[in-house]
């Protein structure tokens, strides 16, 4: 990973995190060709501890298993349950989204923000979640971490960086892939792709 973006994507967009169980990367694993729909809580390090996430239950979350688009733990936790059985299972940030690295928090040079000629000051709010590009164009997300004179200190870490992740939930619904599912590698009808 490079922590040197040079430029801010062109449409600026303001991200709406959803964290869950999905990977930082893609990278292929074996399948195991089920559809699986589920509600979880996601909490911080119990149980007990502070809500993270919540699926909807008008919205549940809709998955392919076993194609490495979620995290491997969250997989092997649910790998044999079935519709209406109940789960509850902690993964270590390890084993999560990755420890805290120092090094992905920077001072970026204020020009940076400069946006035809004008100084984007309305994205340089501490918190605020930015979208920017490094230099082999690969989107990252930045959060402002503080506005200072002539920089600006920005966070790349993943905003679940250093968190111990408690799910709970139910499984809905467990079915086969369809072989088109499993061709384009991913969920069609409710919870998943219309084309
Ligand atoms: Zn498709």
Same mark, same amino acid.
């Given at each position: ?17 959803? +964290?869950?169980?999905?990977? @930082? ?7 195991? %060709? &089920? #559809?699986? !729909? ?67 928090i920077v001072d970026?040079d204020k020009n940076? +923000?400069?946006?035809?000629? @004008?100084?984007a000051e309305d994205?340089?709010?501490? %918190? &605020? #979640?930015? !979208? ?64």
């Amino acid at each position: 990973m490079n922590f040197a973006p040079k430029k801010l994507v062109t449409q600026l967009e303001y991200t709406e995190f959803s +964290f869950g169980p999905l990977r @930082k990367q893609y990278k292929m694993i074996a399948g195991k %060709d &089920k #559809v699986v !729909t589920l509600l979880y809580q996601l909490r911080k390090d119990s149980k007990a501890g502070d809500l993270i996430e919540e699926t909807p239950k008008e919205k549940p979350f809709v998955f392919l298993f076993g194609i490495g688009q979620l995290l491997p733990e969250f997989e092997q936790n649910l790998n044999g349950l079935k519709s209406g059985d109940n789960f509850s299972f902690g993964i270590t940030s390890e084993n999560g989204y990755g420890n805290v690295n120092p090094e992905a928090i920077v001072d970026l040079d204020k020009n940076i +923000f400069v946006i035809d000629g @004008k100084l984007a000051e309305d994205l340089l709010v501490v %918190d &605020k #979640v930015i !979208t920017m590009r490094n230099e082999e164009g690969q989107p990252m997300n930045a959060r402002i971490v503080e506005v200072k004179e002539e920089h600006v200190k920005v966070d790349f870490n993943h905003p679940m960086a250093g968190i111990n992740l408690h799910f709970t939930g139910e499984v809905m619904e467990v079915r086969e892939a369809t072989a088109e599912e499993l061709d384009h590698g991913h969920v069609h009808g409710p919870g998943g792709h219309h084309h």
